[in-house]
């Protein structure tokens, strides 16, 4: 359970968590390096409005058998890049905006 302690914003915050085993290694390794590899998609990044550099980074962590991410700000599309790299939307536990 999360619980955030301090005011309230407009900005926008998202979370996931993923089961390690419904993960293939390079999927890991692509996760943990979602702004370098999110670079050779792009093209695909113009139609999402976003440009990609490195304040765009998620907080990454492994937590036991779960692959945590968050981020606070409006940025790389994680959900997309995860979808982009082959996981299932059905092991993804997702909490954040537009989604």
């Given at each position: ?28 390794i692509l996760i ?68």
């Amino acid at each position: 359970m999360k619980m955030k302690l301090d005011f309230v914003t407009n900005s926008s915050s998202a979370s996931f968590i993923i089961p390690v085993k419904d993960l293939t290694l390079e999927q890991i390794i692509l996760i943990y390096n979602h702004c370098f590899v999110g670079k050779f998609f792009i093209k695909d990044n113009e139609k999402y409005g976003w440009n990609l550099n490195d304040s765009d980074e998620w907080l990454l962590w492994e937590n036991g058998d779960e692959l945590n991410g968050e981020t606070n700000m409006d940025n790389f599309d994680m959900m997309w890049f995860l979808e982009k790299i082959g996981v299932p939307k059905e092991v993804i536990q997702y909490e954040g905006q537009d989604r």
